[in-house]
């Protein structure tokens, strides 16, 4: 659907603003042709501007999230992909590892969506060691990823905001939509193999540098100053 969402919205838009060199080369060359552009300028992620933000007043609002998890004392983990949840096979292996790193490595935090939680109890597969929350707020998300001492997860959306936070990503998947995390080990794909998953979790010592591939924080800045300037011509 991304795929054939992605030229859709091009199609419609008058300025497409793309987020990385990757999505700029990509429009410049596909989607501006048939959209009729002639330039694409990079703005880079406007999701990186919340790195900007002090959490420190969401440490306060959420404030039993925040004593509970302190930075750097545990490994944050999502699943909830179809590849995943539903293959008995994979989604044991990815248990058993979590299990694993829960038990001789770091606390694991896992705010279960229901579908998971679901499919889990079909498969009759309990976990003992891994502390599993009900789902959280995107606040409270965020607060988790940037204290996280790792993430494990097989969210495209969760890679990305690992990345902001440079915090190391460990991505259950075989691929992953954002190639240029996986520079630097920043993201590992790491797939739902037990022995990979494991095997990334004892090199994330060897994550970064980071580098500022999504800017600097002033997207969304840059973006309305394009508007305008488009407006005023």
Sequence with gaps: MEELGKPTNVGFAEVPFPVDHVGGHTTRTEDRQQAGLSEVALFHEVLQDLKRRDFGHFHSIIRTLADRWRRGEFALATVHRAENTDDPERLRAIVSALEKIARTICSVVWPMRPRTRKCL?????????????????????????????????????????????????????????????????????????????????????????????????????????????????
Aim: hydrophobic share 45%.
């Design 121 to 233: 109890g079909e498969m009759a597969c309990a976990l003992e060691a891994v502390a599993i929350s009900d789902p959280v707020s995107y606040f409270d998300m965020l607060l988790l990823e940037s204290r996280a001492r790792f993430v494990l997860t097989d969210s495209g959306g969760v890679q990305k905001e690992a990345y902001f936070f440079r915090v190391p990503c460990i991505t259950l998947r075989d691929e992953t939509e954002w190639v240029e995390t996986l520079e630097n080990h920043c993201n590992v794909l790491a797939g739902p193999c037990e022995e990979k998953i494991l095997e990334a979790t004892r090199a994330i010592g060897t994550a970064g540098p980071w580098t500022a591939v999504y800017g600097d924080g002033s997207a969304g800045m840059a973006i309305v100053n394009a508007i305008e300037q488009g407006a005023a011509r």
